[in-house]
């Protein structure tokens, strides 16, 4: 079983995490075992308070991306989100071909109104996979439904990011 994050910062598991509880937990636990305030004390406590820091960086670190935190529920629950063979929607399949078409053009004609478009469209589609999320995740307990949309949301991910990089080869 995985170490959960959740605990580790005495949070309940749960993908809608506000982050601003996020934040204080972490500098709490951060403040607790800084190495520097293990600085005088023995080797293994040393270990042990950085230890705990580089799990609380990890931690965070995870729990602050929404991907990430709902592949530590996952986790959690014994779901791998890479290993899981969720079937993919055609009617998403269609959309990324559609995004990734409209990309290609707005590249090729150096448009960069149709690449914010674009991004708009995408980031509104990500709000709307997050929302699937929270309600896959902590209401209905849907494993395989929230696989199929992490999975959706890290097509969205990289798409975000190739129209990010596509903006900096216009501004180039």
Same mark, same amino acid.
């Given at each position: 079983m995985p #170490?959960?994050?959740f605990?580790l910062?005495n949070l309940?598991?749960?993908f $809608?995490? &506000? +982050?601003? #509880?996020?934040?204080?937990a972490?500098r709490?636990?951060? $403040?607790?075992v800084?190495p520097d305030r293990?600085?005088?004390?023995?080797?293994a406590e040393q270990?042990? =308070?950085l230890?705990?820091a580089t !799990?609380?960086?990890?931690?965070?670190?995870?729990?602050?991306? &929404?991907?990430?935190?709902?592949?530590?529920?996952? !986790?959690l629950?014994g779901v791998?989100?890479?290993?899981? $063979?969720a079937?993919?929607s055609?009617?998403f399949?269609l959309?990324?071909?559609?995004w990734r078409e409209?990309?290609?053009? =707005?590249r090729a +004609?150096?448009d960069g109104?149709a690449l914010? #478009?674009l991004g708009?469209?995408?980031r509104r589609?990500?709000? +709307?996979l997050?929302?699937?999320l929270?309600a896959h995740l902590d209401?209905?307990d849907?494993?395989?439904?929230?696989v199929?949309?992490v999975q959706?949301?890290?097509?969205?991910?990289?798409?975000?990011?190739?129209?990010?990089?596509?903006? +900096?080869?216009?501004?180039?």
């Open positions: #170490q959960s994050y605990a910062f309940e598991p749960r $809608a995490l &506000p +982050g601003e #509880q996020l934040d204080a972490y709490k636990l951060a $403040a607790q800084h293990y600085a005088s004390a023995a080797p270990r042990r =308070a230890s705990l !799990s609380a960086n990890e931690a965070y670190r995870t729990l602050k991306k &929404p991907r990430l935190r709902a592949e530590h529920l996952l !986790s629950r791998d989100v890479l290993d899981s $063979a079937p993919t055609p009617d399949l959309e990324q071909m559609g409209v990309l290609s053009d =707005a +004609g150096r109104t914010e #478009q708009d469209l995408v589609r990500t709000a +709307g997050l929302l699937q929270e209401t209905n849907d494993n395989c439904a929230a199929q949309a959706q949301l890290m097509f969205v991910e990289k798409l975000l990011f190739d129209i990010d990089e596509a903006h +900096g080869l216009l501004e180039a």
